[in-house]
């Protein structure tokens, strides 16, 4: 049975591991982005801040992987970022990633935001595809310090 949940101080090395994990099958940039990210290695302390949250998908106590919203630096007032929406290969394709999307945009609502805003590559092409089934729309530049200047793709979403 698949749980989705709020994220635990326990899923931080394997939320690390498997962000890592997708860089290095996608052949992601693994510098200047989130794979040499001090961050990454504590993500539960991170959403703990004011205005954010990450979620989880979880099966029998497999974690599966995950979603969030963060209020970013230098965003424009009333927009967070889209971060860390990774899965495992095995969870691909089988509508997790649009559940854990819908529950974001939903939570980032109901938190006030009226947009998000997500920073992605090309070789993730099936992601962008779904942020643009959502509604994301390309944006000629990033916003934002996320620190992750090595993104060439940059899409923002009205709430």
Do not use: W
Not at 42 to 61: N, Q
């Amino acid at each position: 049975m698949i749980v989705i949940r709020e994220i635990q101080a326990t899923d931080n090395r394997e939320l690390a591991n498997l962000v890592r994990s997708v860089f290095e099958e996608l052949q992601l940039p693994l510098t200047h982005s989130v794979y040499d990210d001090p961050q990454t290695n504590r993500l539960y302390e991170v959403f703990r801040t004011r205005k954010s949250g990450y979620f989880v998908a979880e099966e029998d106590g497999v974690l599966l992987g995950g979603c969030g919203y963060y209020p970013t630096e230098g965003l424009p007032d009333g927009c967070a970022e889209l971060v860390k929406y990774y899965f495992k290969p095995m969870a691909r394709g089988k509508g997790l990633g649009s559940i854990l999307l819908k529950k974001v945009i939903d939570k980032a609502k109901t938190e006030g935001y009226t947009h998000l805003y997500i920073e992605s590559f090309p070789q993730c092409g099936n992601a962008v595809a779904i942020y643009e089934k959502y509604g994301f729309t390309h944006l000629p530049t990033r916003l934002g310090n996320s620190g992750h200047t090595a993104t060439t793709i940059h899409m923002i979403k009205e709430l």
